[in-house]
């Protein structure tokens, strides 16, 4: 990018908007992948016209532009690995703008954080469920573009599942509407359903319209305590299966659990092969009685040693805690966690798991899991000693292998985090080349210069 | 078509599956928009492959193509306006794949009818809730290329909240799998997403993977009768808002009363404004006793003067029969009727039909309104006689100010039945140049040589 560039973004923003100083720019190079990638300008736009204008400034010179949330991606979608432009959506694009009770719905900017809004809708008796372990600072925009699930999946669903309408702008600078504030709308091509899970890579969302729920009256968490993984991935597809459909049903492996406890010292069953914990909700206490007593009967019938129900919050709090922080404690086995979210369907949990510890002992590496296998979502970590070269090599050809036998098992490569960058060497594996050249096709109708978060997911 | 063309098309599917005779096309010509449109030819793909050499063969040879199921649909999806062929899927691509009890999935063909798949997931406990009134006799695969509603919508949603993963032919030939049969996959654009409601426009569908939700144990009707059209929709929208969701919250008003009775003579309320039926469902009886408490409440808040509750089959279906038979009993007003499915934000119900009273008034014209007020979805009817011109001219011209209204409320021009050719006329009232171009570009991206069902949606 040349100065005269950097001017005229400025003329667009403001000179209070735009930088192109050292310290901006290192502040907007990261994201949670921890690899940087440094934007040659940040830019902070007020609103939709600016994005238009800026788009199109950057469309009519072939500057790279990337679109920025919170940076708390996994997976590299918001790092300018082409240089230009970082559009920076949290300052000033961040306002919740209607929370309309008649029809259960809200109006949101992209900068709003996820919990922002779980609180402004929860203050008036409403619920937007996606909770990712993010959602105290990741944004909606992010969420949306990233497809964010969380630990209410099993029951309610992903973003996905709650965009009603997007307001978004094209890489020519084009403003689109998508969808509206109804149930239904069937005309015209789905577009939201295209911009979700794209990954910042066909349009900036500027507006985003989404379902909300009436917030349950009632929830109970407990925790089934298993011999074995693979007594408790049983578990977690029967009861799935047995007619009620719990919130959240989340487990820890021995590792993990093992991990938590060495950590914090809470008293956890660290000769445990794994534990499952979960939480139902309801309108009445009756629903909770009946959930609760279905779970416990599935966990008994698939070998469970052990079933704790919480009776107040925090005893909810206390078993939660586990799953809350397996992620910060399992960096007790490397210094370098390969982190994956291998999503399956729940009946083949057994079998991944299986598999992961086969994989695990084939190349001498450590590889703890936890994960939503509500549905069917594992985090796998393959923990090196990241200063280590061939240990890295060993970790990289195992995340290679759990990806294909995930795949083998008619699962994703992705649950929750994307592609981005971290992914892309693995698409080939999930996606023929028919399937790519339509992505490509796609890319090309929306941004037919290639300059929205080019060179990302393999396109 | 050429000679040729028929018989290179025989030797793909055989004989006995491709006919360019008089019987076919006229077998072939209609849906039921009643209009009429010849293809030159019908032919019953035996499977995908067959499927993948029919649309190269056709692209290569700029043959247009028209993928069509039951042709039950009331937009003219499946009508072939500039001839060629008729790809027929419910022939031989009509077979329930699976049921996969433990992941609660099941896969179909596109040809097999929506009904025959609600029974054989209900006889092992599970369910599929889209049910669009056409649900004895349209397939699947059209119910995703419309993206289907129905009775449920109001608390289960629409086909595309139960389409896991497609798979489908491009116009080139080219076979695509998108989705898995996971809850979750953020991996590559969401092409499923796309091709939802597309029209049969993008690609021809051949396997949809659906999910399934366990079938709840217990349900119960209600009807409420209200003084007037006005009470009824504050009623709706605020029984909606208030912490329940009723599986489904049906309006008839006035006219779509008086018709049934007229026609059936079961004792309905011929003086009230409007009634509401609506359904609840739970595995608990509690439940069902506590959402019909909080139905009845919010129905007499808001002015019903009557609130009647099935207390077993028999009642409920007689509850029902006003609903069911409104589509039928309505000729009464007219021997044509203009039958569009326009939907609006709830809270917009109450001034909606408002102004279509006045439309009624300002045309003289009769417009019975019946419909799933639940999600919003009203089916209006302009009732006219058919055999004269200006009886038409008028007709029109109230339904284009109907569809002015309810976009200028914030609704679209379709919640179910799509656009096709029927409502082409009137994209340009619901989207901008910009938007246009979009879906264009889109188009381009899977047909660059616009063979597949061309000429729909005003692409």
Chains 1, 2 share one sequence.
């Not at 259960?104 to 954080?113: L, S, T």
């Not at 660290?270 to 629903?287: F, K, R, S, Y």
């Not at 704790?308 to 007790?332: C, G, H, M, V, Y």
């Not at 490397?334 to 982190?339: E, R, T, V, W």
Request: proline content about 5%.
């Amino acid at each position: 990018m040349t100065e005269q560039n950097i001017r005229d973004l400025k003329e667009i923003v403001g000179n209070e908007d735009c930088y192109n100083d050292k310290a901006h720019l290192s502040a907007y190079c990261y994201d949670a992948t921890k690899d940087r990638k440094y934007p040659e300008c940040v830019v902070f736009p007020h609103n939709e016209e600016e994005v238009s204008k800026i788009l199109k400034y950057c469309n009519t010179h072939k500057i790279p532009i990337v679109p920025r949330g919170a940076g708390s991606g996994f997976t590299g979608g918001a790092l300018p690995i082409e240089g230009g432009v970082v559009l920076a959506l949290e300052k000033h694009m961040n306002q919740i703008l209607e929370i309309d009770m008649e029809n259960m719905v809200a109006r949101v900017q992209p900068g709003v954080v996820n919990m922002q809004l779980q609180k402004a809708v929860e203050a008036v008796g409403l619920f937007y469920p996606p909770d990712p372990a993010s959602e105290h600072y990741s944004t909606l925009g992010g969420n949306v573009s990233e497809n964010a699930g969380g630990m209410r999946a099993a029951k309610y669903g992903i973003t996905k599942d709650f965009v009603m309408a997007l307001r978004a702008v094209l890489p020519n600078g084009d403003i689109i509407c998508a969808g509206k504030k109804t149930i239904k709308d069937v005309a015209g091509y789905n577009i939201a359903g295209i911009l979700i899970a794209s990954e910042g890579t066909l349009a900036v969302i500027t507006e985003i319209t989404l379902k909300l729920l009436s917030k349950p009256k009632y929830k109970q968490s407990a925790m089934g305590i298993f011999p074995s993984i693979q007594t408790a991935m049983n578990a977690v597809y029967k009861t799935m299966a047995s007619g009620i459909t719990p919130v959240a049903m989340e487990f820890l492996d021995n590792l993990s659990i093992k991990a938590v406890e060495e950590k914090f010292h809470k008293g956890l069953p660290t000769d445990a092969g794994a534990i499952l914990i979960t939480e139902v909700d309801g309108n009445l206490p009756e629903e909770i009685q009946y959930q609760i007593a279905k779970v416990e009967e599935k966990f008994y019938e698939n070998g469970a040693t052990q079933f704790i129900k919480a009776t107040n919050e925090q005893e909810a709090a206390d078993l939660w805690f586990a799953r809350k922080n397996a992620s910060p404690s399992i960096t007790i086995y490397g210094s370098k966690k390969l982190n994956e979210d291998i999503t399956v369907p729940r009946s083949k949990l057994p079998e991944l798991l299986e598999k992961i510890q086969q994989v695990s002992q084939k190349y001498g590496v450590i590889i703890p899991c936890f994960g939503h296998t509500g549905d069917g979502n594992v985090h796998t970590n393959v923990m090196v000693d990241g200063s280590k070269a061939e240990e890295l090599e060993k970790g990289h050809k195992a995340i290679e292998e759990i990806f294909k036998i995930t795949i083998e098992l008619g699962g994703t490569l992705s649950g929750e985090h994307g592609i981005g960058i971290s992914k892309a060497p693995f698409m080939k594996l999930a996606f023929t080349q028919e399937e790519m050249n339509l992505f490509r096709s796609i890319k090309k109708a929306f941004d037919p210069n290639n300059i929205l978060n080019p060179g990302k997911m393999a396109l």
